[in-house]
């Protein structure tokens, strides 16, 4: 959930980092008492996300600078349409510009990804998810805006769920541990709240997972045969999430699979930020 809180840390650090001693050029060039209208205009078709974000790095350089909304997260504009409208202090406004562009950009471009991975699999009954390949402390702005694409939220960090991948695996079996009976007893220790996800990379694990009572299995790489395979030897015993190799070319044919859950590490790792400007004019000296 993006709190207000997590928004005011982070979007302060980045006015800190743009403008650490206050922003010379605005205050040498720009009297005291001008005053601004900025227009946010769309150059691309996207969805847009990060509105809270946006108006938190102009409220924070300066309280006197007002930002109305014209769209709002979660949807859809067009080339050219205003976002949003800022007025207020010339120089609070010019300050804040790049750092409240920063934001907003890259999150209606996640957004925008989003929700052309959802149109993918529209037709079936499949989730697109992100991953924690996020921007380091940018994970709460990052997944708002999958959320904002019509996408959903995994974990959102390690200690919010038990997901064993191959690696953990893997040390179980160099300790000669029997996988079902490691996961069997990790469960017992457990709140009956805590998810279980477990992660096999070959059919022949699926199994002794399953046979743990674990609440999701995922499917990591497998090929699309080996999908369907998976599904029907799961059989609605556990939710079925696929991962590895999935873009928007393969997402529609691993969807039709019958997988419940696609993890996808692009939503927030090679997303590109969208072409949002903000078109400055003074109006009073």
Known sequence: MLTRSTIDRVVSAALEEDAPWGDLTSETLIVESAVARADLVAREEGIFSGADVFAAAFRLTDPRVEVQRIVEDGEWFRPGDVLAVVTGPARAVLTAERVGLNFVQRMSGIATLTARYVAEVAHTGARIADTRKTTPGLRAFERHAVVNGGGHNHRYSLSDAVMAKDNHLAVLARRGLSVTAALQGAIARLPHTTH??????????????????????????????????????????????????????????????????????????????????????????
């Open 196 to 285: 279980v996800e477990v992660e096999v990379d070959r059919l022949d694990q699926i199994d002794m997972v399953l046979a743990a009572g674990v609440d999701t299995i995922m499917l990591d790489n497998f090929s699309l045969d080996d999908l369907r395979t998976g599904v029907e030897r799961i059989a609605g015993r556990a939710n079925v999430e696929a991962s590895g190799g999935v873009s928007l070319a393969t997402v529609r044919a691993i969807a039709e699979t019958g997988v419940d859950v696609i993890s996808v590490g692009a939503l927030t790792h090679s997303a590109a930020a969208l072409d949002l400007g903000l078109d400055v004019r003074i109006e009073a000296p």
